[in-house]
Nanobody, 117 residues
Framework: QVQLVESGGGLVQPGGSLRLSCVAS????????MGWHRQAPGKERELVAT???????NYADSLNGRFTISRDNAKNTVYLQMNSLKPEDTAVYYC???????????WGQGTQVTVSS
Protein backbone atom coordinates (compact mmCIF):
# COMPACT_ATOMS: atom_id res chain seq x y z
CA GLN A 1 0.00 0.00 0.00
CA VAL A 2 1.38 3.38 -0.97
CA GLN A 3 0.91 6.44 1.23
CA LEU A 4 0.45 9.85 -0.38
CA VAL A 5 0.90 13.27 1.19
CA GLU A 6 -0.02 16.39 -0.78
CA SER A 7 1.11 19.94 -0.16
CA GLY A 8 1.16 23.31 -1.88
CA GLY A 9 -2.50 24.26 -1.91
CA GLY A 10 -3.78 27.64 -0.82
CA LEU A 11 -5.48 30.85 -1.84
CA VAL A 12 -4.42 32.51 -5.09
CA GLN A 13 -5.81 35.33 -7.21
CA PRO A 14 -7.21 34.68 -10.68
CA GLY A 15 -4.38 34.51 -13.19
CA GLY A 16 -1.92 33.34 -10.55
CA SER A 17 0.04 30.11 -10.23
CA LEU A 18 0.48 27.33 -7.71
CA ARG A 19 2.56 24.18 -7.63
CA LEU A 20 1.22 21.14 -5.83
CA SER A 21 3.51 18.38 -4.60
CA CYS A 22 2.77 14.82 -3.56
CA VAL A 23 5.26 12.55 -1.86
CA ALA A 24 4.68 8.81 -2.07
CA SER A 25 6.03 6.24 0.35
CA UNK A 26 5.66 2.57 1.05
CA UNK A 27 6.42 1.01 -2.30
CA UNK A 28 8.50 1.25 -5.45
CA UNK A 29 7.49 4.60 -6.94
CA UNK A 30 8.37 3.64 -10.50
CA UNK A 31 5.69 0.93 -10.47
CA UNK A 32 2.95 3.53 -10.21
CA UNK A 33 1.07 5.73 -12.63
CA MET A 34 0.72 8.97 -10.70
CA GLY A 35 -2.06 11.45 -11.11
CA TRP A 36 -4.06 14.37 -9.85
CA HIS A 37 -7.82 14.54 -9.51
CA ARG A 38 -9.98 17.34 -8.17
CA GLN A 39 -13.41 17.82 -6.69
CA ALA A 40 -15.14 21.18 -6.72
CA PRO A 41 -18.00 22.00 -4.34
CA GLY A 42 -21.18 20.31 -5.49
CA LYS A 43 -19.47 18.52 -8.36
CA GLU A 44 -18.17 15.04 -9.01
CA ARG A 45 -14.51 14.22 -8.70
CA GLU A 46 -12.70 14.56 -12.04
CA LEU A 47 -9.36 13.61 -13.53
CA VAL A 48 -6.86 16.44 -13.96
CA ALA A 49 -3.73 14.69 -15.24
CA THR A 50 -1.71 11.48 -15.09
CA UNK A 51 1.93 10.59 -15.70
CA UNK A 52 3.65 7.24 -16.13
CA UNK A 53 7.06 6.34 -14.76
CA UNK A 54 8.57 7.04 -18.18
CA UNK A 55 6.95 10.47 -18.40
CA UNK A 56 3.97 9.89 -20.65
CA UNK A 57 1.27 12.36 -19.67
CA ASN A 58 -2.47 12.72 -20.09
CA TYR A 59 -4.56 15.80 -19.32
CA ALA A 60 -8.21 16.75 -19.04
CA ASP A 61 -9.23 18.52 -22.24
CA SER A 62 -10.76 21.40 -20.30
CA LEU A 63 -7.37 22.57 -18.97
CA ASN A 64 -6.23 23.99 -22.34
CA GLY A 65 -2.55 23.59 -21.51
CA ARG A 66 -2.60 25.59 -18.28
CA PHE A 67 -1.45 22.74 -16.02
CA THR A 68 1.69 20.59 -16.20
CA ILE A 69 2.22 17.32 -14.38
CA SER A 70 5.73 16.04 -13.72
CA ARG A 71 7.46 13.55 -11.46
CA ASP A 72 10.84 13.03 -9.86
CA ASN A 73 11.32 9.30 -9.44
CA ALA A 74 14.42 9.82 -7.28
CA LYS A 75 12.36 11.81 -4.79
CA ASN A 76 9.16 9.74 -5.03
CA THR A 77 7.34 12.96 -5.81
CA VAL A 78 4.80 14.08 -8.37
CA TYR A 79 4.04 17.73 -9.07
CA LEU A 80 1.23 19.72 -10.62
CA GLN A 81 2.18 23.16 -11.89
CA MET A 82 -0.97 25.24 -12.31
CA ASN A 83 -0.82 28.49 -14.26
CA SER A 84 -3.40 31.07 -15.31
CA LEU A 85 -5.68 29.87 -12.54
CA LYS A 86 -9.39 30.59 -12.77
CA PRO A 87 -12.10 30.66 -10.09
CA GLU A 88 -13.50 27.45 -11.60
CA ASP A 89 -10.23 25.70 -10.69
CA THR A 90 -11.24 26.01 -7.04
CA ALA A 91 -11.40 22.48 -5.66
CA VAL A 92 -9.80 19.95 -3.39
CA TYR A 93 -6.94 18.40 -5.34
CA TYR A 94 -6.09 14.77 -4.71
CA CYS A 95 -2.93 12.90 -5.56
CA UNK A 96 -3.42 9.36 -6.84
CA UNK A 97 -1.15 6.38 -7.38
CA UNK A 98 -2.24 3.42 -9.47
CA UNK A 99 -0.08 0.31 -9.47
CA UNK A 100 0.62 -0.79 -13.04
CA UNK A 101 -1.75 -3.60 -13.99
CA UNK A 102 -4.42 -2.67 -11.48
CA UNK A 103 -7.57 -0.58 -11.78
CA UNK A 104 -8.05 1.17 -8.45
CA UNK A 105 -5.65 3.90 -7.33
CA UNK A 106 -4.66 4.93 -3.84
CA TRP A 107 -5.65 8.46 -2.83
CA GLY A 108 -4.06 11.17 -0.76
CA GLN A 109 -5.98 13.23 1.76
CA GLY A 110 -6.34 16.19 -0.59
CA THR A 111 -5.21 19.80 -0.57
CA GLN A 112 -7.50 22.79 -1.00
CA VAL A 113 -6.94 25.21 -3.87
CA THR A 114 -9.00 28.39 -3.83
CA VAL A 115 -8.86 30.89 -6.69
CA SER A 116 -10.46 34.14 -5.69
CA SER A 117 -9.83 37.85 -5.67
Amino acid sequence: QVQLVESGGGLVQPGGSLRLSCVASGNVFSLYVMGWHRQAPGKERELVATITATGNTNYADSLNGRFTISRDNAKNTVYLQMNSLKPEDTAVYYCTARLIGTASPSWGQGTQVTVSS
